[in-house]
């Protein structure tokens, strides 16, 4: 799988909250107000490659032991899920309460 850094500044789709790139080092692909994101990556993290565009909904938190707590995200267009790492400042309330699907 590629992985392309970016850090980059977004108004988030859903919500039109105004999102700046996280400062430790760690890169942003969700909107910490409302989780939501966008389906932009095709291969991999950061490679704008998808043509879908679709929101993706916050449905759900699993844990790995690896990375940690991430978000579950599935595509309101395709239905493609995926799972994001949990930024430090994230409103993890959003799903909480949710399980992986």
């Given at each position: 799988?590629?992985?392309?850094?970016?850090?980059?500044?977004?108004?988030?789709?859903?919500?039109?909250?105004?999102?700046?790139?996280?400062?430790?080092?760690?890169?942003?692909?969700?909107?910490?107000?409302?989780?939501?994101?966008?389906?932009?990556?095709?291969?991999?993290?950061g490679d704008r490659k998808s043509s879908c565009g679709g929101l993706m909904k916050p449905?759900?938190?699993?844990?790995?032991?690896?990375?940690?707590?991430?978000?579950?995200?599935?595509?309101?267009?395709?239905?493609?899920?995926?799972?994001?790492?949990?930024?430090?400042?994230?409103?993890?309330?959003?799903?909480?309460?949710?399980?992986?699907?």
């Amino acid at each position: 799988m590629v992985f392309v850094a970016r850090q980059e500044h977004f108004t988030c789709t859903h919500c039109n909250a105004d999102v700046q790139p996280l400062e430790n080092g760690s890169y942003r692909n969700h909107c910490p107000v409302c989780l939501y994101s966008k389906h932009v990556d095709l291969d991999g993290p950061g490679d704008r490659k998808s043509s879908c565009g679709g929101l993706m909904k916050p449905v759900g938190v699993d844990h790995r032991k690896k990375k940690g707590w991430m978000i579950v995200h599935l595509c309101e267009s395709c239905g493609k899920q995926i799972p994001n790492t949990v930024a430090p400042d994230d409103d993890i309330t959003v799903v909480s309460g949710k399980k992986s699907l």
